[in-house]
Every structure is written in C-alpha cells, then in structure tokens.
C-alpha cells in the first residue's frame, strides 16, 4: 500500500510565496513521473508541472518563471516552490506520483491542500 501526505497549502497575499511538500510512503521500489495537478472551483484538474525520474522538468506556460518543481528520491518527496503568486493560482493542488517495479507502475494521487491568493 502507498500514501501520499502533502503540506503546505495556505492563505498567501499576492506576490506572496508558498512551497508545497508531497511525501510517499509505503511499498515503494520505483518512482517514476511526479507532478502536481490543480482544480479550481467548478473547473477540471490540470497539470501545472512535472519531473521525471531524471529530473527533466516540464510546466504549464502560466507559471513557467513563478513555479519551480523537484524532487528528493532519498526521502521520495517532490516539491513544488510557488513565488509570485496570482489570484488565478487559487486551487486545491493535488500530487500525482507512478510508483511501481521495472516492468509495471500505478499512479497514486495526494488528498490535495487548498491553496489560496487573497489580500
């Protein structure tokens, strides 16, 4: 069984900083791709960023410059370093991570932590 916690959500003014933590635990042999998704209220889930296992890095053109996605493979945590945030960045961001062997993976998903940009 795997669990992903993530931490770190919370109310930030405009212009203000947040980093989000995702930790996985469990039985875990490989991760593979670790991303973080984001819904906002009546939208459906994007993909806002993504780091392989060799920590190639991929984003959404809204947050390239502002957002910045890692990974710690030694305590199978990934990351993701908002600055400069925006009123349109308020969701509940949710990690997704593929964890599997060398010939098979499953994609778990985190509970998701509200984040908000208000003044």
């Known amino acids: 069984q795997v669990q992903l916690v993530e931490s770190g959500g919370g109310l930030v003014q405009p212009g203000g900083s947040l980093r989000l933590s995702c930790a996985a635990s469990?039985?875990?042999?490989?991760?593979?791709?670790m991303r973080w998704y984001r819904q906002a209220p009546g939208k459906q889930r994007d993909l806002v960023a993504a780091v392989s296992s060799r920590g190639t890095t991929t984003y959404v053109d809204s947050v390239k410059g502002r957002f910045t996605i890692s990974r710690d493979n030694a305590k199978n945590t990934v990351f993701l370093q908002m600055n400069s945030l925006k009123p349109e960045d308020t969701a509940v961001y949710y990690c997704n991570v593929d964890i599997g062997s060398s010939t098979y993976y499953s994609s778990y998903w985190g509970q998701g932590t509200q984040v908000t940009v208000s003044s």
């Open positions: 469990g039985s875990i042999e490989i991760i593979y791709n």
